[in-house]
């Protein structure tokens, strides 16, 4: 009976070991850390850690938000490393004036399962290659709201969100910051950056201007309905089958689809589209292409106004439709008995 249970201590600790190999493999990633549009943040302590003790900072100079939600900067550094267990980090929101910490677990088990499967994507020549994802990013937007992501060049997965407080930094740890680090607590620079055009463009501020923080909007971001992309071409016009659909989606996430995706036979469960960038083929040799870039309030309220009170079964089907001529594209959202066409602030063909 002793030896059947050293036996079996025996084989547990062999199987922790290869566990926590396996758990501690590494790969090469950046850090990077986002910010919505409007609404700049500056990292002032912390990043990305490991239980066994590795740590990234993501420490850097002001995210100004400026390419959206989502989109990763301020990286600092690319190398082989463990992936993060725990995100710890104290930021400033420059528009609310005020820090915010965030100390939490991270779902190292998704990131692992992504950057160890990668994904495929389309060469210029329509050769289906494989890559791996190298981004981990950080998004702080109003409220303490912080979402992570897993990027590659044509892929990017949320991973989780997460809920920052806000804290006040003691005045004897900014007495005893260098001069230079003291920049980040002065009102007038704060003033400063939010007037800046280089960190937030004019329209934006004007456009903000006497309206209040949108509390919650990065939340309704991240709903995800039912729903298929439909295209829609006259003659023998068709998608190009040697390019990918390109779709960012309003929380963040972006993903390319492959010619042989349509046209989908079911819905996929995702959250609203932002952009869809495609080509397609009018003759032999004879090639567009373009995209919409829709316009936020219009297609949040469509998808709002098509699931709402909608059964568990009702789908919608977003349908992109380009005339003769493939100079422009009219869209409309389809479903539940309803359609709503969804204008556009940017539309090209090319």
Known sequence: MKKIVVLFILIANIIS??????????????????????????????????????????????????????????????????????????????????????????????????????????????????????????????????????????????????????????????????????????????KEVMEDNSVIPQEVIEANKNKPIPFGLWDTYRKKYP????????????????ETVTMKLINGERLDLFYNSFPMNTPFYQAIPKEVLFSWEVSEGTFYGGGCEFEEEAILSAFEKIFRDAEEDVTADLVISVNQANTYMVVRLIGNGKEIVIPTTKVEAY
């Open 227 to 242: 729903w298929r992309l439909v295209f829609k071409f006259r003659g023998e016009t068709k998608l190009y089958s040697n």
């Open 17 to 190: 070991c290869q566990n926590k190999k396996v758990m501690e493999q590494e790969f090469e990633w950046e850090e990077k850390k986002a910010a919505p549009l409007g609404y700049p943040v500056e990292v002032y302590r912390g990043g990305f850690s490991t239980n066994a003790g590795y740590f990234r900072s993501l420490v850097s100079s002001i995210t100004t938000g400026k390419h959206g939600w989502g989109y990763g900067g301020g990286g600092m550094s690319s190398h082989k490393a463990p992936i993060p267990d725990r995100l710890h980090t104290i930021w400033f929101s420059y528009a609310e004036g005020c820090f915010y910490e965030v100390d939490t677990e991270i779902d190292k088990l998704k990131m692992l399962a992504l950057f160890r499967e990668g994904y495929d994507w389309l060469d210029a020549n329509g050769n289906i290659r494989h890559k791996v994802y190298d981004e981990i990013i950080a998004g702080f937007a109003p409220g303490g709201v912080v979402v992570v992501w897993v990027a590659g060049s044509t892929q990017q997965v949320e991973i989780g969100r997460y809920q920052g407080r806000k804290i006040i930094i003691p005045q004897e740890e900014i007495d005893a910051l260098p001069q230079e680090d003291k920049l980040l607590f002065d009102k007038e620079n704060q």
